[in-house]
């Protein structure tokens, strides 16, 4: 790639789709309020209504006066502000294939989406219930996700198609010598990181999961529980003043903010 012929619009395109493809914590949130960023330090104000009180009807009486609904709101700081900066010497990319630059900007999303996800699982704490196991096996651990997934039942969280499981790799080989037979189609085994499912609840396996001193920090969720947004305010080519080379240089904003703590259930668990 030429500096001259650096498009900034389908750079731009092709990073978002390739950060996508790496996503695994991103892409199990709601990432509905992308659009409303203008830079680092905005914030999103995200509006929720509170509960609607249902009663008996009567045929020929009145209803009651209309309820008057509460409203909630909470904010989403972009508060996240991460860069790339990479340079490919001109000698470099004359003796490699043409689409070298084109690898780079793989990596560097690769790079950019390891963070998000990071960050995204380390909300770990603002869970509205935990599960704790200590010592756990391949013999309990499908009994610490079953509780987990009756905590969420608890809370009215009723279709499992909504909600993930997210754990790291030894917790995940954990699930995988238990023997269980996990569900599995086509759209699941495309997506990054995912092991199939289980109850209906699809699995995904991340090294990013918080592990705090052998405490490995899963946690359940539905894909509502946490809101992320994101922007990618600039990314630009250029030539360094002292080399003989292209440089392309990026900045990727963006926050979240657990919205339904009580649809998010930490399990805290401590392999044997």
């Given at each position: 790639?030429?500096?001259?012929?650096?498009?900034?619009?389908?750079?731009?395109?092709?990073?978002?789709?390739?950060?996508?493809?790496?996503?695994?914590?991103?892409?199990?949130?709601?990432?509905?309020?992308?659009?409303?960023?203008?830079?680092?330090?905005?914030?999103?104000?995200?509006?929720?209504?509170?509960?609607?009180?249902?009663?008996?009807?009567?045929?020929?009486?009145?209803?009651?006066?209309?309820q008057a609904l509460s409203d909630t709101v909470k904010e989403l700081t972009v508060d996240r502000a991460k860069?790339?900066?990479?340079?490919?010497?001109?000698?470099?990319?004359?003796?490699?294939?043409?689409?070298?630059?084109?690898?780079?900007?793989?990596?560097?999303?690769?790079?950019?989406?390891?963070?998000?996800?990071?960050?995204?699982?380390?909300?770990?704490?603002?869970?509205?219930?935990?599960?704790?196991?200590?010592?756990?096996?391949?013999?309990?651990?499908?009994?610490?996700?079953?509780?987990?997934?009756?905590?969420?039942?608890?809370?009215?969280?009723?279709?499992?198609?909504?909600?993930v499981i997210e754990v790291s790799p030894a917790v995940a080989s954990l699930i995988l010598k238990a023997k269980?037979?996990?569900?599995?189609?086509?759209?699941?085994?495309?997506?990054?990181?995912?092991?199939?499912?289980?109850?209906?609840?699809?699995?995904?396996?991340?090294?990013?999961?918080?592990?705090?001193?052998?405490?490995?920090?899963?946690?359940?969720?539905?894909?509502?529980?946490?809101?992320?947004?994101e922007q990618l305010s600039e990314i630009d080519a250029y030539r360094p003043e002292k080399r003989f080379a292209?440089?392309?240089?990026?900045?990727?904003?963006?926050?979240?903010?657990?919205?339904?703590?009580?649809?998010?259930?930490?399990?805290?668990?401590?392999?044997?």
């Amino acid at each position: 790639m030429a500096i001259t012929n650096f498009i900034p619009t389908v750079w731009s395109e092709n990073l978002y789709s390739a950060l996508d493809k790496q996503y695994i914590a991103v892409a199990n949130c709601n990432r509905d309020y992308e659009g409303e960023i203008k830079g680092k330090g905005s914030v999103v104000k995200i509006c929720g209504v509170g509960e609607v009180t249902v009663s008996d009807y009567t045929k020929n009486t009145d209803m009651s006066t209309p309820q008057a609904l509460s409203d909630t709101v909470k904010e989403l700081t972009v508060d996240r502000a991460k860069y790339f900066n990479f340079q490919i010497d001109d000698i470099d990319r004359a003796q490699c294939t043409p689409k070298l630059m084109e690898a780079a900007m793989a990596v560097a999303a690769n790079g950019l989406a390891n963070e998000a996800d990071a960050y995204i699982f380390s909300l770990y704490n603002k869970a509205g219930s935990t599960v704790s196991l200590n010592g756990a096996t391949s013999e309990n651990i499908i009994d610490a996700l079953i509780e987990a997934r009756q905590k969420l039942y608890e809370n009215n969280v009723s279709d499992a198609s909504g909600i993930v499981i997210e754990v790291s790799p030894a917790v995940a080989s954990l699930i995988l010598k238990a023997k269980v037979s996990l569900a599995s189609d086509n759209t699941a085994a495309l997506e990054t990181g995912c092991l199939g499912s289980i109850g209906g609840c699809k699995i995904f396996v991340s090294n990013n999961i918080v592990n705090d001193s052998g405490a490995h920090k899963c946690i359940v969720r539905t894909k509502r529980a946490i809101a992320f947004a994101e922007q990618l305010s600039e990314i630009d080519a250029y030539r360094p003043e002292k080399r003989f080379a292209d440089a392309v240089k990026g900045l990727h904003l963006y926050g979240a903010e657990v919205i339904y703590p009580s649809e998010m259930v930490l399990m805290d668990i401590t392999v044997a």
